[in-house]
T-cell receptor, first 111, second 117 residues
Framework: ELKVEQNPLFLSMQEGKNYTIYCNYSTTSDRLYWYRQDPGKSLESLFVLLSNGAVKQEGRLMASLDTKARLSTLHITAAVHDLSATYFCAVTTSGTYKYIFGTGTRLKVLA | GAVVSQHPSRVICKSGTSVKIECRSLDFQATTMFWYRQFPKQSLMLMATSNEGSKATYEQGVEKDKFLINHASLTLSTLTVTSAHPEDSSFYIC?????????????FGPGTRLLVL
């Protein structure tokens, strides 16, 4: 059974600081997604990572994938208050289109 | 492109009644639709996967007689919560995959918040 874990579960950080969220998954996967969710809202797609060593960046967020370690990271650079949200990674199971979501990381950026 | 809508966005109902939630792919044909449930401050849990014209596949622990899923066309899937109870109160999110993008990517709807009194 594919399991996806994120850490930390909660993150409170000051504006301007850098931090990394980790996503570990337990078995081989085809692709990995990162999403943002604001309170009361659905998911906003951030990144899709398709292969080992993939790195994608958008603004202050950068995601990477290491399929050998079964690890993805979401790095936040010089955080701003607007980045406060819950971030989820999701992994597809090989041979199916099902997503297995991570536990989520609730990020709060303090002004 | 790849827009998924849900209706209603919010519903309040009395215990024992049934509630239907619609999920539509607006600009692509969704060969597969997924239904998720999210309790407050928790992750998304997949409830079932539905393919157009066939019976839905439910995840372990999800009662198929309580959560009826119909995927009658390539743009519409419905989730009916039958005889709803307060513990069914949750945020229900659908997603769709199909002819848009890679075919494996899921596009998520805006969610439906259900409150059962």
């Amino acid at each position: 059974e594919l399991k996806v874990e994120q850490n930390p579960l909660f993150l409170s950080m000051q504006e301007g600081k850098n931090y990394t969220i980790y996503c570990n998954y337990s078995t081989t996967s085809d692709r990995l997604y990162w999403y943002r969710q604001d309170p009361g809202k659905s998911l906003e797609s951030l990144f899709v990572l398709l292969s080992n060593g993939a790195v994608k960046q958008e603004g202050r967020l950068m995601a990477s994938l290491d399929t050998k370690a079964r690890l993805s990271t979401l790095h936040i650079t010089a955080a701003v208050h607007d980045l406060s949200a819950t971030y989820f990674c999701a992994v597809t199971t090989s041979g199916t289109y099902k997503y297995i979501f991570g536990t989520g990381t609730r990020l709060k950026v303090l002004a | 492109g790849a827009v998924v809508s849900q209706h209603p966005s919010r519903v309040i109902c009395k215990s024992g009644t049934s509630v239907k939630i619609e999920c539509r792919s607006l600009d692509f044909q969704a060969t597969t639709m997924f239904w998720y449930r999210q309790f407050p401050k928790q992750s998304l849990m997949l409830m079932a996967t539905s393919n157009e014209g066939s019976k839905a596949t439910y995840e372990q622990g999800v009662e198929k007689d309580k959560f009826l899923i119909n995927h009658a066309s390539l743009t519409l899937s419905t989730l009916t919560v039958t005889s709803a109870h307060p513990e069914d109160s949750s945020f229900y999110i659908c997603s769709a995959s199909g002819t848009s993008g890679s075919g494996e990517t899921q596009y998520f709807g805006p969610g439906t918040r259900l409150l059962v009194l």
